[in-house]
């Protein structure tokens, strides 16, 4: 039950998973953090491949343990529309959307209702198709941190906030240049928090851009590992899907 109440946390997390923080002044945007982020937007494929992608459609797996597994398939509208939905099959089913202004969820656990405040600004930022753009749009801050040794891997390491974003630790791989880890604090509802680490691998390639196929989120101990199957760009989209449920 404890892994299950965490599900209507996972899809606010495929971005940045923001909480509401005080600005800072731009002047403390380190040119050389500020070039690895440009970098790791480079080995994605870039910005004009990126600026292509007009909609992305996820389907796979997650993966809560032994004996706990669901399907998932989650659309991106650019600029920032989102729906999601996970289905445990004959236990529960969870969905989310953002319409582009209004955000909802509806699950067995808490029922239908309409995220606001911080909430509605995870899911804001989790509708962008590339994180990455967002983060170097928005960004206030940037600070390079010391290197670090993981797995046979020197990580580039930066600390960054963005607008409405507190601090959030990105780690890169120094060969390849791609996102692997992301540290920061994520809302889980009126008054509540908690800190909250995304890891990233087997980068793939689609329509010129890569992706991460497989992403591990470690929440309070508990480790939900989602494996996309299926990544599609440029479908047609039924709108409907990210608006609020009348």
């Known amino acids: 039950m404890k892994k299950l109440k965490l599900l209507p946390l996972l899809f606010t997390l495929s971005s940045t998973g923001p909480l509401s923080a005080k600005e800072p002044t731009p002047a403390t945007i380190d040119p050389a953090a500020k070039a690895i982020l440009q970098e790791s937007i480079?080995?994605?494929?870039?910005?004009?491949?990126?600026?292509?992608?007009?909609n992305r459609q996820i389907s796979g797996t997650i993966i809560m343990g032994p004996g706990t597994k669901?399907?998932?398939?989650?659309?991106?509208?650019?600029?920032?529309?989102?729906?999601s939905k996970m289905v445990i099959p004959e236990t529960m089913t969870l969905e989310q959307g953002f319409d582009g202004e209004k955000a909802w969820s509806n699950d067995s656990i808490q029922g239908f209702r309409e995220l606001q405040g911080a909430e509605l600004d995870q899911i804001k930022q989790s509708g962008a198709i590339?994180?990455?753009?967002?983060?170097?749009?928005d960004l206030l801050s940037a600070k390079l941190l010391d290197d670090v040794e993981e797995s046979d891997q020197t990580l580039k390491v930066i600390e960054v906030t963005s607008k409405d974003?507190?601090?959030?630790?990105?780690?890169f791989d120094q060969s390849t240049k791609l996102?692997?880890?992301?540290?920061?604090?994520?809302?889980?509802g009126p008054g509540g928090s908690m800190d909250v680490t995304m890891s990233f691998?087997?980068?793939?390639e689609k329509d010129g851009v890569k992706y991460?196929?497989?992403?591990?989120?470690?929440l309070l101990g508990q480790k939900l590992q989602m494996v996309s199957t299926e990544v599609l760009h440029n479908i047609e989209i039924d709108e409907k899907i990210f608006s609020m449920k009348k």
């Open 130 to 137: 590339f994180p990455e753009l967002v983060i170097m749009r």
């Open 179 to 188: 996102l692997t880890k992301m540290s920061s604090i994520l809302s889980t």
């Open 165 to 171: 974003a507190p601090a959030r630790t990105l780690y």
């Open 70 to 83: 669901m399907d998932f398939v989650m659309t991106q509208q650019a600029p920032s529309k989102i729906h």
């Open 212 to 218: 991460p196929a497989k992403m591990v989120t470690d």
């Open 201 to 204: 691998g087997d980068y793939q």
């Open 42 to 54: 480079a080995a994605l494929g870039g910005e004009e491949a990126m600026a292509k992608i007009k």
